[in-house]
């Protein structure tokens, strides 16, 4: 094995972690390309810190703070953006405990109550978040004033969160069942 191999416990440690590091990631950045970019990121580092791990520590902790602190600097990064979180969010949001389960839930959630739009409010969300094209992009294909591009994505972010807040405890109890 050689200075800069990663031992296979370590791998398969890594590997095991995969999926709820990128949806811990997926919480914090808003967009999936971003998100991935970080997961690499992390990824790798976690690798070349590889010979600093203590075997008997806890693994998800420490591969967590180190995603936690790939975010931030991503963000760092990405201030002239358009939309982003703050540091102080993207702090207190790491530090609660990820629950992978939770967090399935809310997608599946979210992914009901964008099905349920209407139509005319799925093609502008799609063209926003999706897409990630300008309000004045939107209005242009939308033919309609950047005011109501906006208003709509307001109701639109309303409806979604008023959604998912009943759906979630629906979700859950099938869950139970």
Known sequence: MTDNSVSFEFS???VG???NLYSFILCLLPNRSDAEDVLQETNL???QKSKEYDPEGNFR???FNIARYQVLAHLTKRKRSKIYFSNE???TLASEEFDARKHQL???ALQICYDLLPAHMKEI???RFKEDRSMKDISKA???PIGAISGTLFRIRQNLIQCVRLKIPLLEAENDL
Do not use: G, T
Request: aromatic residues 4%; proline residues 0%; hydrophobic residues 40%.
């Open 12 to 14: 398969q440690k890594l």
């Open 17 to 19: 972690v995969q999926r």
């Open 45 to 47: 580092i976690l690798c």
């Open 61 to 63: 902790s420490w591969a």
């Open 89 to 91: 969010l993207v702090e």
């Open 106 to 108: 809310s997608q599946r």
């Open 125 to 127: 969300s799609r063209m």
């Open 142 to 144: 939308m033919s309609r």
